[in-house]
Structure formats: C-alpha cells, structure tokens
C-alpha cells in the first residue's frame, strides 16, 4: 500500500491541473502494479475541479468506478473536498460512458 501526501505536493491548494496530472501519474501506477494507494489530503484546504479532474477523474478513462473504489482510499478530506469529488466521479462517469457509446456507435 503506498500513502500519497497531497499536501506535499500541493500544498493547502488542491487546485491545478499541473498538481493532479503529478498525482494522477502516481495512481496510474500504482494501479497497474495493483497496489492500492491511500490519497492523503491532511493539510489541504481548498480544491478546485480541475485538480480532481485530472488526477482522479482521468483513472475512470480506464477503469470502473468500482475499482477505482476498490484501489483508491482519499483521507482527512473536508466536506468541501468529498463534495466535488463526489461531483468529479459522477461528470467523469458519464463522460467516458458517453464517450465509448459514441464510439460504438461510429463503428
């Protein structure tokens, strides 16, 4: 199990897409190697949906949201913070289901 202190990336600002594609490369990973990985955000305070987007929101390209579940652990996340997540994995869902309809549908 690997522990990814976003703080230590991040800072107290969670919001850049530069932060989440350094932590979505750390999930890539770690998911490849099937090693599940705690993201730590004791110490972040504020978040922004790009950052989650492009580090949580771009696994679900790949795979299901149940093994995102399965793989991944957020912890000390704020309300706020839990909140668009929660947000982030529901657009991303629809997103790429939307988007392999729409491929099977031009072939």
């Known amino acids: 199990m690997t522990t990814i202190k976003v703080f230590e990336i991040t800072g107290r600002n969670a ?7 350094l932590i979505y490369k750390t999930l890539e990973q770690n998911f ?6 705690i993201l730590d955000f004791d110490g972040v305070s ?13 696994l679900l390209k ?14 000390h996340l704020n309300e706020t913070g ?7 994995v529901a657009n991303a869902i629809t997103f790429y289901s939307n988007q392999k309809r729409d491929a099977h549908i031009e072939s």
């Open 15 to 21: 919001i850049s897409m530069q932060k989440g594609d």
């Open 32 to 37: 490849k190697n099937k090693e599940k990985v």
């Open 46 to 58: 504020l978040f922004a949906s790009p950052f989650f987007n492009t580090s949580v929101g771009h």
């Open 62 to 75: 790949d795979i299901s949201v149940e093994e995102l579940l399965q793989f991944m652990e957020p912890i």
């Open 82 to 88: 839990k909140e668009l997540l929660n947000l982030v």
